[in-house]
């Protein structure tokens, strides 16, 4: 934020790149004048870029706009559907060598068709880590999958141990399963079990809604990873860090100003 | 596609001009430049926009826009309730000269204001498919209007033998009217009836939800005709007829390879 | 609308600077070209833009927002939870010097936080009359405060007093508080008693959704003040205070044909 006020007393938030307060992105297909403005105006909030499920394979623009978000310094990522439908018709190695032609940085392996068991996931994040950062996604897309925690950490230690940097804590862009009940409301049972278990700064939780947002950021803090934040709410998201939302405020701005430092 | 990745095996889909597998979008008044960024990024997949109700009679940029969507082989229509305000006005062929010198190439007959009799519509259609094509919708914009198969497939037919080219089924932009119960599931007797008496291709099912489109998609087939689509939801309406996201790639790219061929 | 069609009957509209049918628009960070091309397209009928909450603040391209907005005849509105962050940090004074130095033309003074007695809230509505028009918002972001009609008309008769040019009824974004129930339903008996006390045209309601506008413009009239509009649904707005969408159009193109005049 060059130039931007500094009269008010706000949480610190650490420059990229950051280890921890990560703003994972969802892109459905952006234009590539909307990817060029949102670059511009905000690319040093954004620390990863996916370009959901298999998008990037239909955009045209694909690879000119991968160029433009990594000359800003931002990670771009494969959305994981993508790579779930190349293991089930056998073309992971052509996945490969396409994501590396076009400059992908990240690469998303998830099952949430369901169709990989956990070795076969495990295997997937070993042999992506080569050449890619991997971001390994926990949680079925399917709403009638029983969502058991001791499930979730030992696949989530299982990715880790493979090689995964992140893990993604599945939302969807409906943000109605895995983490979440039906309803939108977190499972906080389920996200305090992770937290007790597993490094929360590894760790990038789906929450495409302000409310889901807002809850992350009054529970864990306003550093907390948060994921498939739509594009145009990437501002409105680190004013919820921020405190400067009502939706925050009481518990950033005012209540807890011990915690907080000259922004 | 130029360029684009071809490893996968995915539906065929037919190029523009096409009879089948049509995406007709709801332009709800972009800007002149999100319109140019629309049509470079997927003119190819978009075979008709609808520029909704009465917006290109407010709209100060209208015949702008339609000349740059026509000029990229995109056809343009006006919304119907456009139309039926003319009608109730008397001002029919003041509608007509005007559309024609903006360069609209598609009007919009429909009764969703429950203002014309069948016998009425079907003149309308058959006036307006002299100088353009006609897209005809039946269904009410009422939700208390009863939804009856009967009726529909006669007015259906009474517009085709008048001249309409598509018949548009009502979803509006909310997805809860016409075609859909109130809480947006689908009216799956409703669309067995027309399919079983009217040919799909000339019918545009509006389906403005994804998950509307998923049951289309997964219930027809990728090639069903989908109206309503918003602009940003072009290419993921297309990863979802090509199997390339979770809520149809079971159907799609996995269980059904017998059906597809390469893309 | 400069040579735009004029063929049909519609409600009169009054140019810019008006005061009554004030659109008062929501800028939850647009981009610069998405600013740009905003006030290409209908900055005649946009009399306010609020940037809001906090996004001020943050937003890195802010005064060159501000600039063009202003140039192309727009007032631009501070959010009020900035000024109640503000006034909680002590940092008041540093507000204005900055608001000042950045362009603004309004500031809004609210209460969403529930900081504040009346009286405090009406010194800062008499505070910043001085430097700037003031929009005071009445009620509270919580749905768990209760909305009292003769406590909203008593704070917002203190407010006008103040020197308020503007009172700004709570909606928020959602929608679902204030003088809306948590269905989005509008509390009508709170609208009549407002209008019973206060001038409607010193009053702009909050009215996020379509349906919501549609109550106002249907109960109030085309000319009515409608606030948090979202920037893509400007136009859309227009066509509803004309009665060219089909939510309005019995209401206002054809049952009311004695109201209207030449547009």
Redesign the interface.
């Known amino acids: 934020?060059?130039?931007?006020?500094t009269?008010?007393?706000l949480p610190s938030r650490v420059s990229k790149p950051r280890a921890r307060g990560l703003t994972h992105v969802l892109d459905?297909?952006l234009?590539?004048?909307?990817t060029h403005?949102?670059i511009?105006?905000?690319a040093d909030l954004i620390d990863i870029v996916k370009v959901?499920?298999?998008?990037g394979?239909?955009?045209?623009?694909?690879s000119e706009r991968v160029a433009a978000y990594r000359a800003a310094g931002v990670e771009v990522s494969l959305g994981g559907?993508?790579l779930?439908?190349?293991a089930?018709?056998g073309?992971v190695a052509?996945?490969r060598d396409?994501a590396l032609s076009c400059g992908v940085s990240v690469v998303e392996v998830s099952n949430?068709?369901g169709?990989l068991d956990r070795e076969s996931k495990a295997a997937l994040v070993r042999q992506f880590s080569t050449d890619f950062t991997v971001a390994a996604e926990v949680g079925s897309?399917d709403q009638s999958v029983p969502v058991i925690a001791d499930e979730w950490i030992a696949e989530m230690e299982s990715d880790l141990e493979a090689g995964a940097q992140w893990l993604v804590t599945e939302g969807r862009e409906s943000g109605t399963v895995g983490i979440y009940h039906g309803n939108g409301s977190v499972r906080d049972d389920l996200i305090d079990a992770i937290g007790a278990r597993i490094p929360l700064e590894r760790v990038i939780f789906e929450a495409p809604s302000k409310a889901q947002q807002t809850w992350f950021i009054a529970t864990v803090g306003p550093d907390v990873n948060l994921g498939n934040i739509a594009t145009?709410d990437?501002?409105?998201l680190?004013?919820l860090r921020?405190?400067?939302?009502?939706d925050t405020?009481?518990q950033i701005?005012?209540i807890n100003p011990v915690q907080a430092s000259h922004h």
């Open positions: 934020m060059p130039n931007g006020p009269f008010l007393t459905k297909a234009t590539v004048p909307a403005a949102l511009a105006q905000c959901g499920w298999g998008i394979y239909v955009d045209p623009h694909f559907t993508l779930e439908v190349c089930a018709q073309k052509e996945l396409w949430g068709l169709l897309k145009d990437v501002i409105p680190e004013t921020l405190g400067l939302r009502a405020a009481l701005s005012a």
